[in-house]
């Protein structure tokens, strides 16, 4: 065999190597990491509930019985240190399984990891902070934390767990942008230096899937917080109670 057919054939084996480490990394790793940082989710999802003090509960306001209990101004924590877990996010839109720690940070330490897959930003505001919380994920690989964000519908509810409770979100649009749009991040989305007065929830990550060429934009506005001794909200309760069963 020439010289040119050897470097041929291993050009070829070479390309098929890469194939495979793709595939490796955007499905087989995808697939680990995704249903490890959802066992490390619920974990924590549940040492939070068996932390909590019911009586010390906040006690509800009476309202119309169809109505959602209101429990008041949501209390808001003080950041953690990068890296460290703040919340768990549940969007059953995502599937009835889907649950995410969200940690401190959007560094690769943060968004690469095993145990966490969402970041906040560091300078944006936290769980039911007047103004906008916003949050990183990779699309897909790295667990894909947010690879079906493209599909949320108008009114589906985004919640976050603390040790607190529970903050119901609602989606109310998308928004395509450059990686370059850091106003998105601002108390009030895409007017930056305006005071904000709603409490916003911003999802984002890359589009379109396999690109970084653009950023998809998830906004939600916050509709209520319940205590943990309240229990989950009802859409998110069999999906908690099947994560305290299997721990």
Known sequence: MSVIGVLGELLLTAGVLVLLFLAWQLWWNDAIMANQQKSSAASQSQEWIAQADAPTAPAPVATDPAEPVDYGEPPVAAPPEHGEILGVLYVPRFGPEYARNIAQGTTTDVLNSMYLGVGRYENTQMPGEVGNMALAAHRSAWGGGM????????????YVQTADGYYTYRF?????????????????????????????????TCNPLLSTDERIISYGVFESWQPLSAGPPKEIAAQ??????EG
């Open 172 to 204: 109310r649009n998308h928004e395509y942008v450059q990686p370059s749009a850091g106003d998105v991040l601002a108390p009030v989305p895409r007017a930056a230096g305006t005071a904000p007065g709603e409490r916003i929830i911003t999802l984002t």
């Open 240 to 245: 908690v109670a099947a994560q305290a069963q």
């Open 147 to 158: 690879h079906l964000v493209n599909e949320l519908q108008l009114g589906d509810a985004i």
